[in-house]
């Protein structure tokens, strides 16, 4: 199977178990409570109510080991046809179950899960922080952080869960700019350079 095959049938699988985890984690927020945190001042405890964990991406976790083995095989496959000095052909093999192949496949998808999950408590922090900063009172920032909620699907849209550090940033720059009256800001606007959104997540 060619890479660009592999890559039509796992990306996919990806994207929606980090979507599936970003809409639970949506979900399971009270609004009241992160509104509370605000109203204290303690981005910290704020972010901390959210429960970006590991634990939280636990199929997504599965879905990159699988992706991970499934190029590991592929790989294998595609090695150069070998003879061995005795006449035998050298069979490339690979298998989750090998030792050495499994800790590296638990490493990777660990370590890939972990940055996600720093990189959206800065994410979270950057804009709970954003809009305090501009008085705004904190039932408004969380609802600009958390999306708001659809009554019809029960779904929370738009906020800044699911987006990496580097697109809150740049959409905090976006609306700095396009709101502040000024020209030559606004016209600064053009020059942003947008970010390719995570997983397929949008801001809306």
Excluded: W
């Excluded at 990806?14 to 979507?19: K, L, M, Y």
């Excluded at 599965?62 to 590991?72: P, Q």
């Excluded at 720059?173 to 970010?195: C, F, I, Q, T, W």
Aim: charged residues 25%; hydrophobic residues 40%.
């Amino acid at each position: 199977m060619t890479f660009d095959k592999l890559l039509a049938q796992y990306e996919p699988k990806v994207a929606a178990a980090f979507r599936e985890a970003i809409e639970t984690t949506k979900s399971s927020i009270v609004l009241k409570a992160i509104a509370d945190r605000l109203e204290r001042g303690d981005i910290a405890s704020t972010v901390a109510a959210l429960q970006f964990e590991p634990e939280a991406f636990a199929a997504l976790e599965l879905s990159l080991r699988e992706a991970f083995n499934a190029g590991g095989i592929n790989m294998a496959q595609s090695l150069p046809f070998l003879i061995s000095p005795d006449g035998m052909r050298v069979l490339f093999q690979f298998g989750v179950r090998n030792s050495e192949a499994e800790r590296l496949i638990r490493e990777q998808s660990a370590t890939l899960v972990s940055n996600i999950t720093d990189d959206q408590r800065e994410a979270l922090r950057m804009g709970f922080e954003a809009g305090l900063s501009k008085g705004q009172n904190p039932t408004k920032t969380a609802l600009d952080v958390v999306g708001t909620l659809n009554r019809i699907t029960g779904r929370r849209e738009g906020g800044y869960i699911g987006l990496t550090s580097r697109q809150v940033e740049f959409i905090a720059r976006a609306k700095e700019n396009l709101l502040s009256g000024d020209p030559v800001a606004m016209s600064k606007y053009v020059d942003l350079k947008a970010v390719r959104p995570n997983c397929g997540q949008s801001h809306s």
